[in-house]
């Protein structure tokens, strides 16, 4: 008994340490401009004005994504405050959430070990932690769908207790929870980001069901527990805000789904076939030269009717090939394998001789050992020149200590995976991982151009009062309102509001000269402007007294 009490404490204490090291940085650094600041603001304005339903982005109807995101963010605003903390606090529960999902997956699958190991390579993965430490729709769709994931593999694994359908008889263990969670999870995934979490799961389940011949996977699955959560918890929100905003369908479902994915017009995310590639390899360090042997392990695995790692590698094959095959490409994309992929890496590092880790590791301390060492000794080299100047001593000092922490954490894995300490070894490359993510953040936060964004926030602030109206003319930097708790009104600028706009077009001022004329008739106002733009403006006499000034922006006062 006391044994089985210590062992529960010290599980307890270690998902509490952890939670520590997750959620304690969250307040740094600054919040990013373009994403970060959309998806913080977005719910401070609903929180504004009480509208749930309807999406808006500096006051602007915004239908790129649906609202599950935005209710959570705004419900963390009431209770928390409006913080880069709070801001954050989804995608960091979510992906918390997510390592506990992967712990029990793993362990279900396979065993204990394999489950701390999932635990550790997932929450060190450079991809997986550098998003769960931002603000962006993607890990909330990550871990929705690893409900999703989670269900469908356990029963995959259920296959080896069904009977022949001969035998006329259902087992026991083919019950509703599963199917229900699966349900759930479509339908959260559904409601982060829209019809993605329905097809992934669909199409990774028919793959599953054709390659393995597993005739009576639906019948385990029992759809209609999927259908029945989409209906009690994605449908309402559709339909009310269909019947509000009558062109909400067709721009989310035809513009945001089908013309993103097969065309590259008006979206300007366009990447070459291979792009994840070096997205995947880099976005799994400190695990990357692990990643051949992992899925070599799996594939030998299937001959042994392992259908919970079938389904796994059936999983990650998809959603990297179909984000591939994509017109549009960002980085965020591939992140619902990950949680699959780590549990294979997981496996495959529990029965990987000591030996072999300490070379594995050996070989990432003398890769990010150099790296780290060039950073360092960047801005001597004058072939580099135009790259130090768009960054700084601090940024670059930054990004040179992630890696060479990261070193300093394979060395010592090394060193003892060859005591035959693995799992020490897998904490303390685990632990690099984590650095590694924490300095390549604080060394953003010191580019130049983000330094220059938090001096604007924090000099122009003093400046705007309850009744200022604010100017955007020709720019519109996201985080800005969310710091200022102020719309602004925009001047010549569409960008992604381009779709709101169209809509209710009197929220914009689509020229200077108009501009000019509301600015006349304004009592206490102040706008951001270009450089040229406050030249032309001078040249026209308009009345401003300059109140910040930089290379990219002026800050002007009625």
Same mark, same amino acid.
């Given at each position: 008994?006391?044994?089985?009490?210590?062992?529960?404490?010290?599980?307890?204490?270690?998902?509490?340490?952890?939670?520590?090291?997750?959620?304690?940085?969250?307040?740094?650094?600054?919040?990013?401009?373009?994403d970060?600041?959309?998806?913080?603001?977005?719910?401070?304005e609903?929180l504004?004005?009480?509208?749930?339903v309807?999406?808006?982005?500096?006051?602007?109807?915004?239908?790129?994504?649906?609202?599950?995101?935005?209710?959570?963010?705004?419900?963390?605003?009431?209770?928390?405050?409006?913080?880069?903390?709070?801001?954050?606090l989804?995608?960091?529960?979510?992906?918390?959430?997510?390592?506990?999902?992967?712990?029990a997956?793993?362990?279900?699958?396979?065993?204990?070990?394999?489950?701390?190991?999932?635990?550790?390579?997932?929450?060190?993965?450079?991809?997986?932690?550098?998003?769960?430490?931002?603000?962006?729709?993607?890990?909330?769709?990550?871990?929705?769908?690893?409900?999703?994931?989670?269900?469908?593999?356990?029963?995959?694994?259920?296959?080896a207790?069904?009977?022949?359908?001969?035998?006329?008889?259902?087992?026991?263990?083919?019950?509703?929870?599963?199917?229900?969670?699966?349900?759930?999870?479509?339908?959260?995934?559904?409601?982060?980001?829209?019809?993605?979490?329905?097809?992934?799961?669909?199409?990774?389940?028919g793959?599953?069901?054709?390659?393995?011949?597993?005739?009576?996977?639906?019948?385990?699955?029992?759809?209609?527990?999927?259908?029945?959560?989409?209906?009690?918890?994605?449908?309402?929100?559709?339909?009310?805000?269909?019947?509000?905003?009558?062109?909400?369908?067709?721009?989310?479902?035809?513009?945001?789904?089908?013309?993103?994915?097969?065309?590259?017009?008006?979206?300007?995310?366009?990447?070459?076939?291979?792009?994840?590639?070096?997205?995947?390899?880099?976005?799994i360090?400190?695990?990357?030269?692990?990643?051949?042997? *992992?899925?070599?392990?799996a594939? &030998? !695995? /299937?001959?042994? %009717?392992?259908n =919970?790692?079938? $389904? #796994?590698?059936? @999983?990650? +094959?998809?959603?990297?090939?179909?984000?591939s095959?994509?017109?549009?490409?960002?980085?965020?994309?591939?992140?619902?394998?990950?949680?699959?992929?780590?549990?294979?890496?997981?496996r495959?590092?529990?029965?990987?001789?000591?030996?072999?880790? *300490?070379r594995?590791?050996?070989? &990432? !301390? /003398?890769?990010? %050992?150099?790296l =780290?060492?060039? $950073? #360092?000794v960047? @801005?001597? +080299?004058?072939?580099?020149?135009?790259?130090?100047?768009?960054?700084?001593?601090?940024?670059?000092?930054?990004?040179?200590?992630?890696?060479?922490?990261?070193?300093?954490?394979?060395?010592?894995?090394?060193?003892?995976?060859?005591?035959n300490?693995?799992?020490?070894a897998?904490?303390? !490359?685990?632990?690099? %991982?984590?650095?590694?993510?924490?300095? #390549?953040?604080?060394?953003?936060?010191?580019l130049?151009?983000?330094?220059?964004?938090?001096?604007?926030?924090?000099?122009?602030?003093?400046?705007?009062?309850?009744?200022?109206?604010?100017?955007?003319?020709?720019?519109?930097?996201?985080?800005?309102?969310?710091?200022?708790?102020?719309?602004?009104?925009?001047?010549?600028?569409?960008?992604?509001?381009?779709?709101?706009?169209?809509?209710?077009?009197?929220?914009?001022?689509?020229d200077?000269?108009?501009?000019?004329?509301?600015?006349?008739?304004?009592?206490?106002?102040?706008?951001?402007?270009?450089?040229?733009?406050?030249?032309?403006?001078?040249?026209?006499?308009?009345?401003?007294?300059?109140?910040?000034?930089?290379?990219?922006?002026?800050?002007?006062?009625?």
């Amino acid at each position: 008994m006391n044994g089985s009490i210590r062992v529960r404490s010290g599980a307890i204490l270690r998902w509490l340490i952890l939670a520590l090291l997750w959620f304690g940085p969250l307040n740094t650094p600054h919040l990013f401009d373009p994403d970060e600041g959309r998806y913080a603001e977005i719910p401070r304005e609903m929180l504004v004005s009480g509208d749930w339903v309807t999406p808006r982005l500096n006051g602007i109807k915004y239908f790129e994504k649906p609202a599950l995101q935005y209710w959570a963010t705004a419900a963390a605003f009431t209770v928390f405050g409006q913080h880069a903390w709070t801001a954050r606090l989804w995608s960091a529960l979510t992906a918390y959430l997510g390592l506990l999902l992967s712990f029990a997956l793993a362990r279900r699958l396979y065993d204990e070990r394999t489950a701390r190991l999932a635990v550790i390579v997932q929450a060190s993965s450079l991809l997986y932690i550098g998003l769960a430490r931002i603000t962006t729709l993607d890990m909330s769709l990550c871990f929705s769908l690893q409900l999703a994931l989670y269900a469908l593999t356990l029963l995959a694994q259920q296959r080896a207790k069904v009977q022949p359908a001969s035998a006329g008889v259902q087992p026991a263990s083919a019950g509703w929870q599963l199917p229900l969670l699966l349900g759930i999870g479509i339908a959260l995934a559904v409601l982060s980001k829209g019809l993605v979490g329905i097809l992934i799961p669909a199409a990774v389940t028919g793959l599953y069901f054709l390659w393995r011949r597993d005739w009576s996977l639906p019948l385990r699955a029992r759809p209609w527990w999927s259908l029945l959560a989409l209906l009690v918890l994605a449908a309402p929100w559709f339909l009310v805000v269909s019947l509000r905003n009558p062109e909400f369908a067709h721009f989310f479902f035809v513009v945001q789904h089908f013309q993103r994915y097969l065309s590259t017009a008006g979206f300007d995310r366009y990447e070459p076939a291979w792009f994840f590639i070096p997205v995947l390899v880099l976005g799994i360090l400190p695990w990357t030269t692990l990643l051949p042997g *992992a899925l070599q392990r799996a594939w &030998l !695995a /299937l001959r042994g %009717g392992e259908n =919970g790692t079938a $389904l #796994l590698l059936v @999983w990650t +094959v998809f959603v990297f090939v179909f984000f591939s095959l994509s017109h549009s490409k960002l980085i965020p994309y591939i992140l619902p394998l990950m949680p699959a992929i780590c549990v294979l890496l997981a496996r495959h590092l529990a029965s990987l001789p000591p030996a072999r880790f *300490a070379r594995h590791m050996t070989a &990432l !301390a /003398l890769c990010a %050992g150099v790296l =780290g060492a060039g $950073l #360092l000794v960047l @801005w001597q +080299v004058p072939a580099a020149a135009a790259l130090v100047a768009r960054a700084s001593t601090g940024s670059i000092v930054g990004f040179a200590a992630a890696f060479l922490l990261l070193a300093v954490a394979a060395a010592l894995a090394a060193a003892l995976a060859s005591r035959n300490r693995p799992i020490a070894a897998a904490v303390s !490359a685990g632990l690099g %991982g984590w650095m590694l993510v924490q300095c #390549l953040l604080l060394g953003a936060d010191q580019l130049p151009r983000m330094r220059d964004l938090v001096t604007l926030e924090q000099d122009v602030k003093p400046w705007i009062g309850n009744s200022t109206r604010l100017y955007c003319v020709n720019d519109y930097l996201q985080p800005l309102p969310f710091y200022w708790r102020r719309t602004c009104t925009l001047v010549g600028y569409r960008g992604e509001m381009d779709f709101g706009l169209k809509q209710e077009p009197a929220r914009w001022i689509p020229d200077l000269a108009q501009f000019e004329r509301d600015w006349q008739s304004q009592d206490d106002a102040l706008a951001l402007l270009r450089p040229q733009d406050y030249r032309d403006l001078t040249a026209l006499g308009l009345p401003m007294r300059v109140i910040y000034t930089s290379q990219s922006l002026v800050a002007v006062k009625r």
